[in-house]
């Protein structure tokens, strides 16, 4: 009896993470909502110095690579950077300039400073940290603070969540990030992404 309570209470231990926060059954359950059904988007463009030049709002918002120009190489991997971004029945083309789509995320670019400097004198075991943060990024999740900024490192935006996971796409220079079961999808942009931590010891 006591084995089986032992046992019971190990796989619980062990599923814990797997059933309560997986990031990446979320990732997918977004892919899955994108591909069906669309989701409601934002979708901004910005110039080389990080002007907006337009912007789409959407309740049923797809991006993807443009079909009819997709080019693969050799391994099968997407080359071609153009996008199609399908809204309510119409259709967006977009490459070159930088390309920010979020789902009603809060844009908190006004509220940081323009640069941010960041100081830590921990010790840490840099292969230990690595294994350590991927799996996090994976199945824990951590309060994040995403900044965006324009090909010429101008600031576009600032997004924050408590649950964050990086994830890639097919499309080169994009990359997708679930924010509390929100996505964001960046396009053609820098970004760098803190550790909500490290942001509030600022």
């Known amino acids: ?6 046992l019971a209470a190990c796989l619980a231990l062990a599923l814990l993470p797997l059933l309560s926060s997986c990031s990446m059954i979320s990732d ?15 979708v901004s463009t910005y110039d080389y110095d ?22 693969k190489n050799s391994s099968g991997d997407e ?5 199609d971004v399908e809204f309510g029945g119409q259709q967006m083309i977009h490459v070159g ?17 323009k640069k941010v400097t960041i ?10 940290s690595i294994m350590y943060n991927n799996f996090r990024n994976d199945w824990l999740s951590k309060g994040k603070v995403i900044m965006i900024r324009s090909q010429a490192g101008k600031p576009i935006a600032v997004y924050a969540g408590n649950k964050v996971r990086v994830s890639a796409t097919d499309m080169p220079s994009t990359t997708q ?20 931590e490290t942001i509030k010891k600022m």
């Not at 009896?1 to 032992?6: C, F, G």
């Not at 300039?97 to 400073?113: I, K």
């Open 28 to 42: 997918y359950t977004l892919d899955l909502k994108s591909k069906l059904v669309g989701i409601p988007f934002t």
């Open 97 to 113: 300039s930088s390309l920010v789509a979020n789902e009603g995320l809060r844009n908190y670019e006004d509220t940081f400073s």
């Open 119 to 128: 100081t830590d004198k921990q010790r840490s075991i840099p292969v230990l």
């Open 79 to 83: 080359q071609s950077k153009v996008i």
């Open 1 to 6: 009896m006591k084995k089986k309570r032992l």
């Open 177 to 196: 990030i679930n924010v509390d079961g929100h996505r964001l999808f960046i396009y053609r942009c820098d970004y760098s992404i803190y550790d909500m």
């Open 50 to 71: 990080g002007q907006k030049i337009d912007q789409i709002k959407g309740k049923s918002v797809h991006i993807e690579t443009y079909k009819p120009m997709s080019k």
